[in-house]
Each structure stands twice: as C-alpha cells, then as structure tokens.
C-alpha cells in the first residue's frame, strides 16, 4: 500500500494522540477513502513511530466510530451510507440545539463572545466560497457549528460533536462535488448567527432543525440507495 498523499509526517516520537489527531483529519479531509485499509506498518513508517503508539491510536478513532476494526482483517476507514448520514444529522440537530438553549440561557457575554466567533467564521466562508476552494468550506462549515456548540461552554457536549464534526466532514468531503446550495451556504449560517444574536429560541431552534433536514437531503439525493462513496 502506498502512502496516501499528503499525509503528515511526525517528527521525533508522537503520542497516541497527537497521532490520532493528524490520522483523523487526513481522514476527514478524504486523502483515506471510505473502505480503504489503514496498514499499520507502512504507516509507522510514515509517521516515524512504533507500532505501539499507532495501535493505541487506532483504537482511539474506532472508539470515535470513523474507523472499523474487522478481526483478522485489520482496520478500515468506515462507510457511511445513507442510514448513517440520517444518524449524525439527527444526533448534531440534538446537541445543537441542547447548545443553542444553554447558550441562551448563558451571559450576554457569552453570547456576543460566540457571535463574534461565528462572525470571523462566515468572513471566511464567504470568501471560500468566492474561490470555490471544496476543502476549506467543508472545514469552515463545520468550524461554525463546533464554535457554535463550544460557546455553550458544556465540555460533555464538545467531547460528543469533535466525533459528529468528524463524520460530517467525510460525509461533504467524499462527495466529490460542490455543496448543492452553495449559494445559500452563508445565508443560512448567517441567519443561525442572527437569530442567536436576537435572542430569537424558538426561531433558532426551528433553523437548526431546517439546516439539518437540508444538509441530509443534499447528501443523500446524490445517491439515495447506494453508500455515499464516491
């Protein structure tokens, strides 16, 4: 097995999860392709460690769910098919909203500090977007709505959407095409940033859940009956 490209290079000797870390975001960043075999050893080579610290590291991303460990098999970067898709969107539309009430509950500091967050964020986007630049809308995308769920300040709900954010990634990034909306792509972040900014619970609360329904329709209507692979 080849190298895939791209792939970090770790100097001196890396932690198990220093190297997870880097492991995951090649990952969600579509250089390992759903299905495709991690090679413990072609990969320690890579990475300029022993087996051990990558083995604990593995075990760390299959404990994530975005690896799969097949008995003797060996270790593969997981599949996501449609019922999965609808599984992530759900559970981030829950935790999302869990952090929207905490947050409106929260300070007005709190609040206008995550605003400010998101705002960088959708300057950002905006100008991705101009470029048509796929990696760093993904990655943009999915640093609005990690900041959005950290600014409730719940270290449990953080820990549970690093995992989502993750799977969401592979989900956009193994599509292989522009967002389907991509024109309506920060109008709709800007709006969540809005409503936040007001104070309007119920409206948020009600985007969120639009924001996911769309996200799984435009994952999903690609290929509805086939795993989202290509």
Request: glycine share 6%; with cysteine; net charge negative.
């Amino acid at each position: 097995m080849a190298t895939p490209e791209g792939l970090f290079v770790l100097e001196g000797r890396p932690t198990a999860q220093l190297i997870a870390d880097q492991l995951r975001e090649q990952i969600v960043q579509g250089t390992f392709r759903p299905g495709q075999q991690i090679n413990e050893s072609v990969m320690a080579g890579q990475l300029n460690t022993s087996r051990g610290p990558l083995r604990e590291a593995l075990q760390r991303l299959c404990q994530e769910g975005i690896l799969v460990s097949h008995r003797n098999r060996g270790v593969f970067v997981l599949e996501l098919e449609t019922e999965d898709i609808q599984e992530i969107y759900a559970v981030r539309e829950s935790v999302e909203s869990a952090a929207a009430n905490a947050l409106l509950d929260g300070s007005p500091e709190q609040i206008k500090a995550t605003c400010e967050l998101l705002r960088e964020t959708i300057g950002e986007m905006a100008k991705q977007v101009a470029v048509s630049d796929w990696q760093a809308i993904a990655r943009l995308d999915m640093q609005f709505h990690t900041s959005f769920v950290a600014g409730a300040g719940n270290s449990r709900l953080i820990r549970i959407y690093k995992t989502l954010a993750a799977e969401s990634r592979m989900c956009i990034v193994n599509l292989e095409v522009s967002y389907p909306r991509v024109d309506v792509l920060v109008e709709e972040h800007q709006n969540l940033l809005d409503l936040l900014e007001a104070g309007d619970r119920k409206g948020l609360l009600k985007a969120i859940k639009r924001h996911m329904q769309k996200a799984v329709e435009d994952l999903t209507e690609k290929q509805p009956d086939q795993q989202v692979t290509a």
